[in-house]
């Protein structure tokens, strides 16, 4: 039987606030174990939650970002439920008055092709605590520092069809939430997280199969691993004559499997009800269009604008567009040299290699755009060749130097451009070299320039790199052809 796969996400991304949705507490990463939980985080008798403004602007910033509808009137609901790292017994969340109503997302897939996910909504809640089991011999530690963290849990129509398409959208959001600068996106700290409900029906069936969620799913890579393993098991299943269960399943990396964590909980289960601490949010149409004037380009007006532009590739475009850093970055080094292909060029290859290499983000650059702008410039100007320009990167990036011209000037690696000095040098190169010249006249062909590629080579180590290429091209086929 064929089978088709029925992916929806819920991705819960930590929205950047200096303090929690309800309470004044820090949420700084990394601080000690409850070090950053109040009373009202703890929900003491007697303390009262304070809605975060800032965390409601994120929000519809969001909102505003995916063309989706604003809940002008919207409402916070006590969703009951017990676990240990839930310190009030309940979660604050929103049900049935998101902040966020349907929206879309148009993502690019791996061929180029665009596809539209429909956002169903997006609603504020609270986060919990964390669990720590790894420094607890047969127990578990509970830390409350991450308990009312505000988060923004974005919820997808089930439109994806394979794990590749889930994972483009996991990627488009993340690179939105950053580029708005409602969320760093660290999936590592656990700032964007993900539960993947996957279930799969027969090929032209109507009816969606029955599904289960696979929780708080923390990279791209264990994303699309998860949903593979999940499909490969539910098909198995059926195929054996077996029935898949609505169940919550945790992905296992190190085994490469999903297992069953709970039964799947429908809302009723969560005994929903409007929190009586908290006023319902009304939002003016004027707070809106001021958020909106506050957005700035997206990802995809940035990608189209760099192809128009710049004269991109859609995929040059689509990776210097993917992170709202890189993209800035790549516009300071342009602006320098005015040349967008070139700069394209080195950011995505001698720079990013560099950063990949030493595990550092953009924002960590040891060369900044400045540099490496001026570090164009004297390839545009022939002060340096394209080599000895990667020898300039790399001492830069040492930081051996301020700028290329202080490189070049301390190294002594201007290229020598006086042809008389070219024409000198290839006259001791071919003297040095009488037997492999004959062979050059004597032959043709493919021969010839194997050979032809011999002398250049033979003039630029001469040069030590630092003869202009073209010359040293146009010259010695003087020479060699008189």
């Known amino acids: 039987m064929q089978w088709e796969i029925v992916i929806g996400l819920e991705i819960h991304a930590q929205l950047t606030t200096a303090s929690k949705i309800f309470s004044g507490s820090a949420t700084t990463f990394g601080a000690e174990p409850n070090t950053q939980a109040s009373l009202v985080d703890l929900g003491m008798p007697g303390s009262l939650p304070v809605l975060n403004a800032q965390a409601v602007k994120n929000a519809v910033k969001f909102g505003l970002a995916v063309n989706a509808e604003i809940g002008m009137t919207n409402v916070f609901a006590r969703k009951n439920y017990f676990y240990p790292d839930l310190p009030k017994g309940y979660q604050i969340s929103q049900m049935d008055h998101p902040v966020v109503g349907k929206g879309f997302l148009d993502i690019t897939l791996e061929d180029g092709t665009v596809k539209r996910v429909g956002i169903t909504r997006a609603h504020l809640e609270e986060d919990a605590g964390k669990s720590l089991h790894e420094d607890f011999q047969g127990m578990s530690g509970i830390d409350l520092n991450r308990a009312g963290t505000p988060l923004l849990e974005i919820v997808s129509e089930p439109d994806m069809r394979s794990a590749k398409e889930a994972v483009a959208y996991a990627k488009t959001i993340h690179s939105l939430v950053r580029y708005l600068g409602i969320c760093d996106g660290n999936m590592a700290e656990g700032s964007l997280r993900c539960d993947c409900n996957v279930s799969i029906r027969p090929k032209g069936q109507a009816e969606f199969g ?273």
């Open 210 to 482: 029955t599904r289960c969620e696979i929780k708080n799913v923390n990279s791209f890579r264990f994303i699309e691993k998860a949903i593979n393993t999940e499909v490969q098991r539910q098909m198995e299943l059926i195929e054996d004559g077996g029935k898949v269960i609505q169940e919550t399943r945790l992905y296992d990396p190190n085994k490469d499997e999903t297992r069953s964590m709970r039964s799947k909980e429908e809302a009723n289960d969560y005994r929903y009800f409007p929190d009586p601490d908290l006023l319902p949010v009304v939002i003016e149409p004027a707070f809106i269009e001021e958020v909106r004037r506050e957005l700035p380009e997206l990802p995809q007006d940035k990608r189209e604008r760099f192809q128009s532009e710049f004269g991109l590739s859609a995929y040059d475009a689509s990776v210097l567009s993917a992170q709202r850093e890189l993209a800035d970055y790549f516009e300071e080094v342009q602006r320098h040299c005015g040349d967008a292909k070139l700069a394209a060029n080195w950011v995505m290859g001698e720079l990013s290699s560099l950063l990949n290499k030493s595990d550092l983000d953009i924002s960590e650059s040891p060369v900044s755009a400045a540099q490496l702008g001026g570090l164009i410039q004297r390839i545009q100007d022939n002060t340096i060749s394209g080599k000895i320009a990667k020898v300039v990167f790399e001492a830069l990036a040492n930081g051996e130097g301020d700028s290329a011209n202080t490189v070049i000037e301390a190294k002594g690696l201007k290229q020598v451009t006086d042809s008389s000095a070219i024409e000198t040098m290839l006259d001791e190169v071919l003297a040095a070299n009488a037997e492999q010249v004959e062979q050059y006249r004597a032959s043709d062909g493919a021969k010839r320039g194997k050979m032809f590629g011999f002398f250049v080579g033979q003039a630029m180590k001469a040069s030590r790199g630092k003869a202009n290429p073209q010359q040293v091209n146009e010259l010695l086929k003087k020479k060699l052809d008189s």
